[in-house]
């Protein structure tokens, strides 16, 4: 099949979706809120994948609601997961392969969350080492940071990075899908980007890119940092004399 076609509304390579679907399929995953596992819409595989790509080419293409599960947490309360159908983490990963190596150049050499060849340990080595180094750590997290992310100002940063607009188009739609609670009922969203999307790490760290790394840089050059998503740990020198 040829790549591309000249006649739709966006150039997206019917390559990518290919790839994207195998990236699915490897880090495998629930059903969303069709029901469909990713063995099911491989019975119809060819005709699964031409429909999504034709549709994202045309501009046409409208992500359905996320399907909400909740996941106790060890210290008590629950945290909040999204769970797209298996066409639209597909959908989402075709952004996130395009997305990602535009923004991964500017991001923070600490910032350690859901990057190539990168891992939670990556940080916790880098901190273990540079605490040798230094007096002061401080552990801190973002509450609700996924929760609570400005539509607004994501979006103003993907523009920043890409002027491909079916990008823009997309993640907008993403991150105003609405969450279906277990009982059927939609939520609607006017901020945040569902922990479990296959877009959302990528948004993240692009909003972080901005919202803390450089903050952090410009105001307090001389404290070190490692991060992961909104997990961090700022470290200096000693500031009092013992």
């Known amino acids: 099949m040829n790549q591309t076609s000249g006649s739709k509304s966006y150039q997206i390579s019917k390559h990518l979706v290919f790839e994207a679907y195998l990236r699915v399929k490897a880090n495998k995953g629930a059903a969303g809120v069709d029901g469909v596992s990713i063995e099911q819409f491989e019975v119809d595989l060819r005709g699964n994948l031409y429909k999504l790509w034709n549709r994202m080419s045309w501009g046409c293409y409208f992500p359905p609601p996320v399907r909400m599960v909740e996941i106790d947490k060890p210290g008590g309360g629950s945290r909040i997961l999204g769970v797209p159908t298996v066409a639209d983490r597909i959908a989402q990963t075709v952004v996130a392969m395009v997305l990602e190596p535009l923004v991964e150049p500017v991001f923070h050499p600490d910032s350690y969350g859901y990057r ?38 994501v979006l103003k940063a993907v523009r920043y990075h890409t002027d491909q607009r079916w990008i823009w188009l997309y993640v907008e739609r993403w991150l105003k899908a609405p969450i279906q609670r277990p009982d059927g009922s939609l939520l609607a969203r006017d901020r945040g980007s569902p922990q479990g999307s296959a877009v959302s790490p990528v948004l993240s760290n692009v909003f972080m890119r901005y919202a803390l790394d450089a903050w952090m840089a410009r105001e307090y050059p001389g404290i070190g940092f490692e991060r992961y998503c909104d997990d961090g740990a700022p470290r200096t020198q000693r500031e009092v004399s013992m």
């Open 116 to 153: 190539p060849r990168r891992s939670a340990l990556d940080a916790v080595e880098a901190c273990r080492e540079r605490c040798w180094s230094t007096d002061w750590v401080i552990d801190l997290d973002i509450q609700g940071f996924f929760d609570n992310l400005d539509h607004d100002l």
